[in-house]
């Protein structure tokens, strides 16, 4: 057993690694790791961010769309060109009404109207088709910037270097425990005095993922409960209303209904009276 030992130690210390037991030497060691590991996951992040951008963008830059947003626009032109046509002749028979009755602008609109209509139309319908036209390539330029950027990070982790290095510290660490959290876990650990070797932070970071994701459920079962007894006490509230309207319109009824045996007695005084 004290050869296996050995064995393993002196591998270790061939392949550069640091000694499991001695915190002086692991720890600068994993805050390194760690800084390499948070720099390889945040090409892989970034790589996952300009996917999903890329997946919102690219229905923006087909043709197809483009094409069915200039039919569109053939009728979208045509409201904008008469309304705009409604409020020209409305300001011009006001000032040909009020300030200058031979207003000459006011009778060549009324003899080619149709003319100033349809050159506002093909001015309104060009000005829409050029901003759809610039608003697909503004999204293909950003599509193709995302591509790039993916490619950059792809040729990041598929380099010599991301695999040297995942080769070197995954035989040490171990491949569950390869990215900076755990890196960084295990040198606190250590610094807090809290474990001695390698494998104990292990054990402990295991316990601790474990006991964060109970009172992860924990959580989720109060809040789940918390919501239970809001939705039961807004029924209690609304069927305590429902009780106090019937006990009111009971009440109610109970004095009309003394009310009309009170009358119907004044009735028989009256009558026997007579």
């Known amino acids: 057993m004290s050869d296996q030992i050995t064995?393993?130690?002196?591998?270790?210390?061939?392949?550069?690694y640091p000694s499991q037991n001695n915190p002086k030497e692991i720890v600068p060691w994993l805050?390194?790791?760690?800084?390499?590991?948070?720099?390889?996951?945040?090409?892989?992040?970034?790589?996952?961010?300009?996917?999903?951008?890329?997946?919102?963008?690219?229905?923006?830059?087909?043709?197809?769309?483009?094409?069915?947003?200039?039919?569109?626009?053939?009728f979208c032109s045509a409201g904008f060109?008469?309304?705009?046509?409604?409020?020209?002749?409305?300001?011009?028979?006001?000032?040909?009404?009020?300030?200058?009755?031979?207003?000459?602008?006011?009778?060549l609109w009324?003899?080619?109207w149709k003319e100033f209509w349809v050159g506002l139309y093909v001015v309104i319908y060009l000005f829409l088709v050029f901003r759809e036209i610039k608003r697909r390539n503004f999204f293909k330029l950003g599509v193709q910037a995302k591509q790039q950027?993916?490619?950059?990070?792809?040729n990041t982790l598929t380099s010599d270097e991301c695999k040297s290095f995942y080769n070197y510290v995954i035989p040490f660490m171990g491949p569950s425990y390869c990215y900076s959290a755990a890196a960084n876990y295990f040198a606190r650990l250590f610094l807090d005095g809290r474990c001695s070797n390698l494998q104990d932070c292990k054990n402990l970071y295991e316990q601790d993922k474990h006991a964060a994701e109970q009172r992860q459920q924990f959580q989720t079962i109060c809040n789940e409960m918390a919501e239970t007894k809001y939705l039961a006490g807004a029924a209690m509230s609304r069927a305590n209303s429902a009780l106090a309207?019937?006990?009111f319109a009971t009440l109610t009824a109970l004095s009309a209904s003394s009310r009309a045996s009170a009358a119907e007695s004044s009735l028989e005084d009256i009558k026997r009276s007579l």
Do not use: W
């Not at 064995?7 to 550069?16: F, M, V, Y």
């Not at 409305?90 to 040909?96: D, F, P, R, T, Y």
């Open 110 to 112: 009324m003899n080619y």
């Open 245 to 247: 309207a019937s006990a």
């Open 7 to 16: 064995e393993t130690q002196t591998s270790a210390e061939e392949a550069g």
């Open 81 to 107: 060109s008469a309304f705009a046509m409604l409020v020209i002749f409305a300001v011009l028979l006001a000032i040909a009404e009020f300030y200058n009755p031979n207003l000459y602008i006011f009778d």
């Open 31 to 74: 805050k390194k790791q760690a800084e390499n590991f948070n720099k390889y996951e945040q090409a892989a992040q970034q790589a996952r961010e300009a996917s999903a951008m890329i997946k919102e963008a690219l229905p923006e830059t087909k043709i197809s769309l483009l094409i069915k947003r200039a039919i569109l626009h053939l």
């Open 149 to 154: 950027e993916i490619a950059d990070c792809v």
